[in-house]
């Protein structure tokens, strides 16, 4: 099972260019995350979408947008990117139905902006 | 609101040594609680979870015990090993828009040396 798939793997911006990763669950998940790590600070929650149609605002949001595609695909994008938002960013998704239920987590996308 | 206290690191262990790593909670009633792994490059793995008061999870040979009176979630393995060299996360979920989320506490980066 592919579980959750992030691309890329590893990207290289100049301050000020965008773009947009890519996250995908085989899980049949309602609920898909965002979030961003860095040294020290844990993960932080950038934006997350319950279900197909919404997205939520998380801890950290400012400088991303969010789109939930279809109940699979959940994207990330950096409109203007600045050397604030060097981090590795993983997605994940989970049932949205119980507390009991865990989170599953992509290998995240490592992004450095010069 | 939930949040999470977790013991920091580094914390350097020599093969078959005793480990602990302290997680120490506070939260609205009695939500589930969890520990995830992360190997180095890769996402976090959920390891075990406990669901309610003195649940114990277990996992790879490490262990928790879910401790309402003291609010605490402490990881315990008796004897680790190399292999066992990664970041450890606490995490309990809170409720939001239409789905759970976690919070994590910063993670404890364990190195076995052999």
């Avoid at chain 1, 965008?18 to 950038?46: E, F, K, V």
């Amino acid at each position: 099972n592919a579980g959750v798939t992030q691309t890329p793997k590893f990207q290289v911006l100049k301050t000020g260019q965008s773009m947009t990763l890519q996250c995908a669950q085989d899980m049949n998940h309602n609920s898909m995350y965002w979030y961003r790590q860095d040294p020290g600070m844990g993960l932080r929650l950038i934006y997350y979408s319950a279900s197909e149609g919404t997205t939520d605002k998380g801890e950290v949001p400012n400088g991303y947008n969010v789109s939930r595609l279809n109940k699979r695909e959940f994207s990330l994008r950096l409109e203007s990117a600045a050397p604030s938002q060097t981090s590795v960013y993983f997605c994940a998704s989970s049932r949205s139905d119980s507390y009991n239920q865990p989170q599953h987590f992509g290998d995240g996308t490592r992004l450095s902006i010069l | 609101g939930n949040s999470v206290t977790q013991m920091e690191g580094p914390v350097t262990l020599s093969e078959e040594a005793f480990l602990t790593i302290n997680c120490t909670y506070t939260a609205t009633g009695y939500p589930s609680l969890f520990w995830y792994v992360q190997y180095p490059g890769e996402g976090l793995q959920l390891l075990l979870k406990a669901t309610k008061a003195d649940d114990k999870g277990s996992n790879k040979g490490f262990e928790a015990t879910y401790r309402k009176e003291t609010t605490s979630f402490h990881l315990e393995k008796g004897s680790v090993q190399v292999s066992d060299s990664a970041v450890y996360f606490c995490a309990l979920p809170y409720s939001g828009a239409g789905s759970y989320q976690l919070t994590f506490g910063k993670g404890t980066k364990l190195s076995v040396i052999p």
